[in-house]
T-cell receptor, first 113, second 111 residues
Framework: KAGVTQTPRYLIKTRGQQVTLSCSPI?????VSWYQQTPGQGLQFLFE???????NKGNFPGRFSGRQFSNSRSEMNVSTLELGDSALYLC????????????FGPGTRLTVT | GQSLEQPSEVTAVEGAIVQINCTYQ??????LSWYQQHDGGAPTFLSY????GLEETGRFSSFLSRSDSYGYLLLQELQMKDSASYFC????????????FGAGTRLAVHP
């Protein structure tokens, strides 16, 4: 079974631009969560989607948004990029609602210049 | 709020045993998970403790004490490939699909 895939793997953007990151969960997984990882703040929860519904959102500004499609694929969007948005963005999927085991993708490394 | 504390770095030699501690403060507790992340890689699930006691998976074991709000990850027969960052994590207020992570413990295994 293929793992969680994320595209693109690397991205360089300039301040003020917007970016869309994509995540395809493991086949059959309906839960998708997004995390931001930085050296200073560690792993921080962004959003969680289940069956196309955003159920939870972390403490991030409204510039960060996301959505989930009917095939469970998910996208996250960051508008008006800031230098501090440079991070590794990780997507994780879970086999069922309430599963404590999350499967992470390789991440998208976003650099904002 | 919720917070987890773990040591920032641990060093050990091949073949040794190392214990990585994690203390937590949560408004509601549903269990403690452990993840491993190699440099440049994705976090990988290692173990989960929903109840007090020890869970063993090969060379790795994890322990939980709910009364002490404390858990640890025990790595035995250390190998060079175990050099990585280890994170403890708790589900956020009842949502298993959203995790609050500790800052991570960087384990360096030396020959």
């Amino acid at each position: 079974k293929a793992g969680v895939t994320q595209t693109p793997r690397y991205l360089i953007k300039t301040r003020g631009q917007q970016v869309t990151l994509s995540c395809s969960p493991i086949s059959g997984h309906r839960s998708v969560s997004w995390y931001q990882q930085t050296p200073g703040q560690g792993l921080q929860f962004l959003f969680e989607y289940f069956s196309e519904t955003q159920r939870n959102k972390g403490n991030f500004p409204g510039r960060f948004s996301g959505r989930q499609f009917s095939n469970s694929r998910s996208e996250m969007n960051v508008s008006t990029l800031e230098l501090g948005d440079s991070a590794l963005y990780l997507c994780a999927s879970g086999p069922r609602d309430g599963s404590y085991e999350q499967y992470f993708g390789p991440g998208t490394r976003l650099t904002v210049t | 709020g919720q917070s987890l504390e773990q040591p920032s770095e641990v060093t050990a030699v091949e073949g040794a045993i190392v214990q990585i501690n994690c203390t937590y403060q949560t408004s509601g507790f549903y269990g403690l998970s452990w993840y491993q992340q190699h440099d440049g890689g994705a976090p990988t699930f290692l173990s989960y403790n929903g109840l007090d006691g020890l869970e063993e998976t090969g060379r790795f074991s994890s322990f939980l004490s709910r009364s002490d709000s404390y858990g640890y990850l025990l790595l035995q027969e250390l190998q060079m490939k175990d050099s990585a960052s280890y994170f403890c994590a708790v589900p956020f207020s009842g949502g298993y699909n959203k995790l609050i992570f500790g800052a991570g413990t960087r384990l360096a295994v030396h020959p």
